[in-house]
């Protein structure tokens, strides 16, 4: 099958979409698929095969280029390619180009529903106002969504919420996670110890965070849990480091108010790690601190899991379809005493702390890129037989 996957962000970008498709098209290509994904231009890009570069604009929003889809190599490619189906992971740019492909050549479209946009608006500051008064952010998915063949939701939870906002009318909605590579399971020990010596240094703990560093991350709320967190482990006469990993525009803020609550003892800003080093630094930590309330998955979360790592988390949608409390880690409400009372209660017995770590792992195992691979697999299979009796015609541009 020829499959094109449509993004308004990529490598070198990091975010968890650019992630998603690199291991989805990795792991479909191993199924002995061909597939090509179109993504913009960077600085600092480097060179990739199945990756095709559309230009983008010198802006950016949220630290990421503005797709330039006017560019004519999108038709130009998919018609040299003969492209069975276009997986689009974004509704707006890209997504308009997916839809303008679908009506002039029969190609079905599938679109994976990545992110909750209304929590990203104060990016863009008209946007956000515009929203509160039209809504019109959920009158475009609306009208998005009913004009793609196939809706894709990472969790069970966001098709729920998917369907319960009616964004799946006309089109069925299926279920497809990110799936993660089997070498996370795999992490280099020695480099895992060598980690652990730095961070933790002579504290009782280390504990990892993986996210960046903006505010739909939920990470002043984890700072003020942290302080709480302090006082609750020197009670048992204990102490943590914790390890925060990534970038983004609130490092600075951030960092201030650690400061603030008297945590620059115990919290440290690792900063970027490469991809390839995640799970030694995962395997280093003792537990996976999270406290995003934005995420459709948390594919962060699953790449801790696979190292062995419970899990203390906000309750939220996409989290609470992979974190159980008391079994692979815990759920909490968004109040500093509770969260920090459930990092406690994944600490204090050293018999359960290790049922949670085999648990966790276990939670990790089901979601194998090739099993995921599989379930997109057979997604695409489904719209291509539906649009089979619809010609298709790659005319002259």
Not at 150 to 165: C, E, K
Request: charged content about 25%.
């Amino acid at each position: 099958m020829n499959i094109a996957m449509f993004t308004n962000n990529y490598k070198p970008y990091i975010g968890g979409v650019p992630i998603s498709i690199e291991h989805l098209a990795g792991a479909l290509r191993q199924r002995g698929h061909r597939v090509y994904v179109f993504a913009p231009t960077y600085k600092e890009q480097a060179e990739e095969e199945f990756v095709i570069r559309y230009p983008s604009f010198p802006v950016s929003i949220a630290k990421a280029p503005v797709p330039d889809v006017l560019t004519r190599i999108f038709e130009k490619k998919v018609k040299e390619l003969k492209i069975d189906v276009i997986h689009v992971h974004h509704p707006a740019i890209v997504g308009n180009v997916a839809l303008y492909l679908k009506k002039k050549y029969k190609i079905p479209v599938i679109y994976t529903y990545h992110t909750r946009y209304e929590q990203y608006l104060y990016y863009v500051k008209p946007l956000e106002r515009i929203e509160r008064c039209t809504g019109l952010i959920q009158k475009y998915l609306e009208y998005f969504c009913k004009r793609c063949d196939m809706l894709l939701a990472p969790t069970p939870g966001m098709r729920d919420d998917l369907m319960a906002r009616r964004l799946g009318d006309g089109a069925p909605i299926r279920v497809l996670p990110t799936g993660i590579p089997e070498d996370c399971f795999y992490p280099d020990m020695d480099r895992a110890a060598e980690i652990r010596r730095y961070y933790k240094k002579d504290a009782d703990y280390l504990f990892v965070t993986v996210s960046r560093l903006a505010r739909e991350k939920n990470l002043l709320f984890q700072l003020e849990g942290l302080a709480l967190l302090k006082e609750k482990l020197a009670a048992y006469g204990k102490t943590f480091r914790h390890m925060v990993i990534g970038e983004g525009p609130q490092r600075e803020e951030l960092g201030a108010r650690a400061r603030e609550l008297g945590l620059l003892d115990t919290v440290v800003f690792v900063g970027t790690v490469p991809n390839s080093q995640m799970k030694n630094y995962q395997s280093a930590a003792d537990a996976f601190l999270f406290t995003s309330k934005s995420e459709t998955q948390g594919i962060v979360v699953l790449e801790a899991m696979a190292a062995g790592n419970p899990v203390a988390a906000v309750d939220a949608t996409g989290v609470r379809d992979v974190v159980e409390s008391g079994r692979n880690g815990c759920l909490t409400r968004e109040t500093a005493e509770d969260w920090s009372a459930g990092v406690v209660e994944i600490l204090k017995d050293e018999k359960r702390y290790h049922a949670m770590s085999r648990a966790a792992r276990k939670t990790a195992q089901g979601y194998g890129e090739d099993r995921v691979a599989c379930m997109a697999e057979a997604c695409y299979e489904e719209i291509c037989q539906k649009a089979a009796s619809l010609p298709r015609i790659y005319g002259t541009i």
